[in-house]
């Protein structure tokens, strides 16, 4: 099983700042997964990266294979953005790499 | 394309009861994942279906199983149902790519089960 651990647990910001959210895992993997869920339950998945940095819209997501460690990061954030964030990655040697397993979510609130 | 629809939305039962949730992925999609969360446990992951065969599965007891059909709708049951069983139960969808890993997830709302 891959250990999954993201900080921080809550974060406020205010609209406008740059917020980073990080995810660390204890082995190697395929892809990592970031997703946001808002309240209600929705989740939406914003990225699903292997290597390098992915960029859509004001979020940006990288991850350091060597590292085992991933950061989302939004700029100029919105109230809109107010949501939980997850990464989730599969075990190694899952060749489906379907059997996820998710951090605990950043509870990310933005005040206008 | 419509997005990953779960069915039904909402539903109460009681102990000892057994409950069938069903998800319908989005056209072209073969590969069916199904998720509970809980405040307590958050997220886990309970099962993947891929050409209505069961390609991985997670820790939960065999009172949790579940389906694939041939047009990749997918269905899970819960037996013999227990407070505990009372979560979120997520499905999403997914393309499977060249070397045969999912690729990215779209989810459904979900199925909110309360059990009494």
């Known amino acids: 099983k891959n250990e999954v651990e993201q900080s921080p647990q809550n974060l406020t910001a205010q609209e406008g700042e740059f917020i980073t959210i990080n995810c660390s895992y204890s082995?190697?993997?395929?892809?990592l997964h970031w997703l946001q869920q808002h309240p209600g339950g929705g989740i939406v998945s914003l990225f699903m990266l292997s290597s390098g940095k992915k960029k859509h819209g004001r979020l940006i997501a990288t991850i350091n294979i060597q590292e085992k460690h991933s950061s989302l990061h939004i700029t100029a954030s919105h109230p809109r953005d107010s949501a939980v964030y997850i990464c989730a990655v599969p075990p190694p040697l899952d060749a489906s790499g379907s059997r996820l397993t998710f951090g605990e979510g950043t509870q990310l609130t933005v005040n206008p | 394309k419509a997005g990953v629809t779960q069915t039904p939305r909402y539903l109460i039962k009681t102990r000892g009861q057994q409950v069938t949730l069903s998800c319908s992925p989005i056209?072209?999609?073969?590969?069916v994942s199904w998720y509970q969360q809980t405040p307590g446990q958050g997220l886990q992951f309970l099962f993947e279906?891929?050409?209505?065969?069961?390609?991985n599965k997670g820790n939960f007891p065999g009172r949790f199983s579940g389906r694939q059909f041939s047009n990749s709708r997918s269905e899970m049951n819960v037996s013999t149902l227990e407070l505990g069983d009372s979560a979120l139960y997520l499905c999403?969808?997914?393309?499977?790519?060249?070397?045969?890993?999912?690729?990215?997830?779209?989810f459904g709302e979900g199925s909110r089960l309360t059990v009494l």
């Open positions: 279906y891929f050409s209505e065969t069961q390609r």
């Open positions: 999403a969808s997914s393309e499977v790519l060249a070397g045969g890993s999912t690729g990215e997830l779209f």
């Open positions: 056209s072209g999609h073969r590969s």
């Open positions: 082995v190697g993997i395929s892809a």
